[in-house]
């Protein structure tokens, strides 16, 4: 790595790391140059052993000697800087000491994604990050071997998304659904049983359905707000709901998809 210490914070080589705030990045879909953001020594070091290329990394001082041990043998330029110069560049204080900007990799098709799998998250149009990346950690540590994301979806590769979802969105295969009938046609074609996560009068439990558990099963989750679109809950298979008392009628997707994946997961 190549050590480039930098004290203004209109220093051209740092246009890639301005205005990272959630509004900016709420902004737009694919970032210029097809790049991600990665933030944190542990997030970055995910990223790396993912096989994913930093194009450059801004650290702090006291970070240098950690993100050497990440990006010391690679050919990419780390821009050493004050804390107030990184707190200026990005719009907010930089807690961990190290951002890196990251090659945006090409996605697989869906059939590669799913083609060794047996248990898969699908997300239809989950647009907070936050929750995007608590379901990934979620399906991380509970046994789902690839999530897929729909269209209208947040970006798993937003700062706040991999942040949240400590780097597992380098850990667990995954892509985005270009067209919502042929990613359940390949789904039907390799057997799986898509279940949708709903509310309604048809709805199976979760006990029940993990009684009888297929033996490839894609969970589908909806958004926030409306949950699942009716295109999602015509094409599921079965309609699965997860019991509730105390007045409660549902939990936050990331939780759903936490307690199903824990349910459906072999353990």
Same mark, same amino acid.
């Given at each position: 790595?190549?050590?480039?210490?930098?004290?203004?914070?209109?220093?051209?080589?740092?246009?890639?790391?301005?205005?990272?705030?959630?509004?900016?990045?709420?902004?737009?879909?694919?970032?210029?140059?097809?790049?991600?953001?990665?933030?944190?020594?542990?997030?970055?070091?995910?990223?790396?052993?993912?096989?994913?290329?930093?194009?450059?990394?801004?650290?702090?001082?006291?970070?240098?000697?950690?993100?050497?041990? *990440?990006?010391?043998?690679?050919?990419?330029? !780390? /821009?050493?800087?004050?804390?107030?110069?990184?707190?200026?560049?990005?719009?907010? +204080?930089?807690?961990?000491?190290? *951002?890196?900007?990251?090659?945006?990799?090409?996605?697989?098709?869906?059939?590669?994604?799913?083609?060794?799998?047996?248990?898969?998250?699908?997300?239809?149009?989950?647009?907070?990050?936050?929750?995007?990346?608590? +379901?990934?950690?979620?399906?991380?540590?509970?046994?789902?071997?690839?999530?897929? !994301?729909?269209?209208?979806?947040?970006?798993?590769? /937003?700062?706040?998304?991999?942040?949240?979802? $400590?780097?597992?969105?380098?850990?667990?295969?995954?892509?985005?659904?270009?067209?919502?009938?042929? =990613?359940?046609?390949?789904?039907?074609?390799?057997?799986?049983?898509?279940?949708?996560?709903?509310?309604?009068?048809?709805?199976?439990?979760?006990? =029940?359905?993990? +009684?009888?558990?297929?033996?490839?099963?894609?969970?589908? $989750?909806?958004?926030?707000?409306?949950?699942?679109? &009716?295109?999602?809950?015509?094409?599921?298979?079965?309609?699965?709901?997860?019991?509730?008392?105390?007045?409660?009628?549902?939990?936050?997707?990331?939780?759903?998809?936490?307690? +199903?994946?824990?349910?459906?997961?072999? &353990?």
């Amino acid at each position: 790595m190549e050590l480039q210490h930098v004290t203004n914070p209109d220093d051209r080589r740092l246009d890639e790391y301005r205005a990272l705030t959630d509004t900016a990045l709420r902004s737009v879909r694919d970032p210029a140059g097809g790049l991600y953001i990665a933030e944190s020594t542990k997030v970055i070091a995910r990223a790396v052993a993912a096989g994913h290329r930093p194009r450059s990394v801004l650290v702090q001082e006291r970070r240098v000697e950690d993100i050497r041990a *990440i990006v010391g043998d690679l050919d990419v330029p !780390v /821009y050493v800087v004050p804390d107030e110069v990184a707190e200026a560049v990005t719009g907010f +204080a930089v807690h961990r000491g190290t *951002i890196a900007s990251m090659h945006r990799p090409e996605l697989p098709s869906v059939r590669e994604v799913i083609d060794s799998a047996t248990l898969v998250l699908i997300l239809e149009n989950v647009g907070d990050h936050t929750n995007v990346g608590a +379901a990934f950690r979620a399906a991380a540590a509970l046994g789902a071997d690839a999530v897929l !994301v729909s269209p209208g979806g947040a970006d798993p590769l /937003y700062r706040r998304s991999v942040r949240v979802s $400590m780097g597992t969105v380098f850990q667990v295969p995954w892509t985005r659904i270009t067209d919502w009938a042929s =990613a359940v046609t390949d789904l039907h074609a390799a057997g799986f049983d898509v279940a949708a996560l709903a509310l309604s009068e048809d709805a199976v439990t979760l006990d =029940a359905y993990v +009684a009888s558990r297929p033996d490839r099963v894609a969970l589908v $989750m909806g958004s926030e707000g409306d949950g699942l679109s &009716r295109t999602a809950l015509a094409e599921a298979d079965t309609v699965v709901t997860i019991p509730m008392s105390g007045g409660v009628d549902s939990l936050n997707v990331a939780s759903a998809a936490a307690v +199903a994946l824990w349910a459906l997961g072999t &353990r």
